[in-house]
């Protein structure tokens, strides 16, 4: 179970870098060999390719447990700390120095 979990990860990791780099310089080549080549198209090509870290890195945190779970715990921290620190902001407002209509402009 483990070694095909692992071997259908190296596939997916291979077959997207294939794909990500090859089609597009099979396209090019061949578009030079048939004279159609075109500046807007090598560059779009470029584009692509230059994606190629951005999507390994994203596979391989996506396909491997370890990795998944130490990013999700990383934003359950953020998380944890975006909610506690606002809830002591609205905690610190002393609502009882202000008047009714002070109070009232405040939530507007």
């Known amino acids: 179970n483990m070694q095909r979990k ?17 089609v597009p310089v099979s396209v090019y080549c061949a578009s030079t060999g048939f004279n159609m080549f075109s500046t ?4 779009i090509f470029v584009c692509i390719q230059s994606t190629h870290s951005l ?8 396909l491997n ?22 809830s002591m902001l609205v905690k610190s407002i002393n609502l009882s120095s202000y008047t009714q209509r002070e109070i009232q402009l405040f939530y507007l």
């Open 65 to 86: 447990d370890a990795y998944r779970n130490t990013i999700r715990r990383w934003f359950g921290k953020i998380v944890e700390r975006r909610n506690s620190t606002s």
């Open 6 to 22: 692992l071997v259908k990860q190296l596939i997916i990791q291979t077959l997207f870098p294939i794909g990500l780099l090859g």
């Open 40 to 43: 807007r198209t090598c560059l």
């Open 55 to 62: 999507v390994h890195s994203s596979l391989v945190i996506i």
